[in-house]
């Protein structure tokens, strides 16, 4: 009699453990980990449109209309200005590279440290190359829709030490 009993607890428990609706008990810690992931992922996408210089790879990571904000100025407003501010900086580091340091994900957005590297061969706007080599670091909050696409980056690095590595110089102003 011990043993159906035992017999009969044991295949009501298993019953009772197969029948539950996993739909029911969702594993929210899962879902933050894989929010988490998928946001840290396509900031490191966006960092590699910019390494690259690789339009596809922005188009996918970012909507038609995002803003770019760089030390307080919205430099860009939408994918084709972002993609004329990428190849502005292609062009006067054609070994331009930017490699993500560090990426933490709050919510809908990552802080995101990174380095930039690259040698001043080609025309700085009207400015000829120096043949310099700039190592910059810089800090970047980029803010994802909830589909996991770029619509904002606020950026700020040394864009004056950038240029002094390359060998410029600023003049004092002329007070008069």
């Given at each position: 009699?011990?043993?159906?009993?035992?017999?009969?607890?044991?295949?009501?428990?298993?019953?009772?453990?197969?029948?539950?609706?996993?739909?029911?008990?969702?594993?929210?810690?899962?879902?933050?980990?894989?929010?988490?992931?998928?946001?840290?992922?396509?900031?490191?996408?966006?960092?590699?449109?910019?390494?690259?210089?690789?339009?596809?790879?922005?188009?996918?990571?970012?909507?038609?209309?995002?803003v770019r904000n760089v030390n307080g100025k919205i430099v860009s407003s939408?994918?084709?200005?972002?993609?004329?501010?990428?190849?502005?900086?292609?062009?006067?580091?054609?070994?331009?590279?930017?490699?993500?340091?560090?990426?933490?994900?709050?919510?809908?957005?990552?802080?995101?440290?990174?380095?930039?590297?690259?040698?001043?061969?080609?025309?700085?706007?009207?400015?000829?190359?120096?043949?310099?080599?700039?190592?910059?670091?810089?800090?970047?909050?980029?803010?994802?829709?909830?589909?996991?696409?770029?619509?904002?980056?606020?950026?700020?690095?040394?864009?004056?030490?950038?240029?002094?590595?390359?060998?410029?110089?600023?003049?004092?102003?002329?007070?008069?």
């Amino acid at each position: 009699m011990k043993k159906s009993n035992l017999f009969s607890v044991t295949v009501f428990l298993l019953l009772l453990v197969h029948c539950i609706d996993p739909a029911k008990k969702k594993p929210v810690k899962a879902d933050a980990v894989t929010i988490e992931q998928r946001l840290k992922m396509a900031s490191k996408n966006y960092l590699k449109a910019w390494s690259d210089q690789d339009s596809n790879l922005l188009q996918a990571t970012a909507i038609r209309n995002t803003v770019r904000n760089v030390n307080g100025k919205i430099v860009s407003s939408n994918r084709s200005g972002l993609s004329e501010t990428m190849e502005f900086w292609h062009t006067a580091m054609p070994d331009f590279k930017i490699v993500e340091r560090e990426i933490i994900v709050v919510e809908n957005r990552t802080y995101t440290n990174w380095t930039c590297t690259g040698t001043n061969t080609g025309m700085l706007g009207d400015n000829p190359p120096t043949g310099k080599k700039s190592i910059t670091e810089g800090f970047s909050i980029l803010t994802f829709d909830d589909q996991g696409k770029l619509v904002h980056e606020t950026a700020y690095f040394d864009v004056m030490g950038t240029m002094e590595d390359w060998g410029y110089s600023m003049v004092a102003p002329i007070m008069e």
